[in-house]
């Protein structure tokens, strides 16, 4: 399974766009890029999946270069509430377990 | 509304006893995953299930149990095996070939 890093802690200010990379040097072929979102004390939220390329959805934008070792998740003019942990996700859609890192905490300040 | 459930949210044992964790979805989907995290730590896997009557172990097994008789029901039970108990339990859910997974709310667990 391909291991990702990513930043343990982030600081934003509201209304700033916030990069958070995650590298995953040994992605296989099939492999996609999930990101999710976690808040206290509740369950991880789906946020963005992404093969190649570039990936937009209402929430955020996800970045991925040509050779996929790494991976840029987007969140424009994030507010209080996105103040949370996001963790990237490398693997198969076929794969038979979800494996999660440390994440990233995202504090973003008033 | 479909959905995942846990439940309890809170649930409070005494050291040396077994519990079970409920865990139930209407999703209609095949896999369902049970993760174990611990204060400012991410998640760590404790058993999937890719179908029903089938699961397998992940990454910390040893001192739960699970089972998967109805498609929709993946009960955790935490042994009196397990050395430290007390943790916050997340049960999700995911169509086979997706790697989006639906999460629970979450059980507290705490084993005094």
């Known amino acids: 399974l391909a291991k990702t890093t990513q930043p343990i802690s982030m600081d934003s200010y509201e209304g700033q766009e916030v990069n958070i990379t995650c590298s995953h040097n040994n992605i296989a072929t099939n492999d996609y890029i999930t990101w999710y979102q976690q808040f206290p004390s509740q369950g991880p939220r789906f946020i963005i999946q992404g093969y190649k390329t570039k990936v937009t959805n209402e929430v955020a934008s996800l970045f991925i270069p040509a050779d996929r070792k790494s991976s840029t998740l987007s969140l424009p003019r994030v507010s209080l509430s996105d103040t949370a942990v996001y963790y990237c996700?490398?693997?198969?859609?076929?794969?038979?377990?979800?494996?999660f890192g440390s994440g990233t905490r995202l504090q973003v300040q008033p | 509304d479909g959905g995942i459930t846990q439940s309890p949210k809170y649930l409070f044992r005494k050291e040396g006893q077994n519990v079970t964790l409920s865990c139930e979805q209407n999703l209609n989907h095949d896999a369902m995953y049970w993760y174990r995290q611990d204060p400012g730590q991410g998640l760590r896997l404790i058993y999937y299930?890719?179908?029903?009557?089938?699961?397998q172990k992940g990454d910390i097994a040893e001192g739960y149990s699970v089972s998967r008789e109805k498609k929709e029901s993946f009960p955790l039970t935490v042994t009196s095996a397990q050395k430290n108990p007390t943790a916050f339990y997340l049960c999700?859910?995911?169509?086979?070939?997706?790697?989006?997974?639906?999460f629970g709310q979450g059980t507290r667990l705490t084993v005094v």
């Open positions: 996700l490398v693997g198969d859609t076929g794969r038979r377990a979800l494996t």
């Open positions: 299930s890719q179908i029903v009557n089938d699961f």
């Open positions: 999700a859910s995911s169509i086979e070939d997706n790697t989006e997974a639906f």
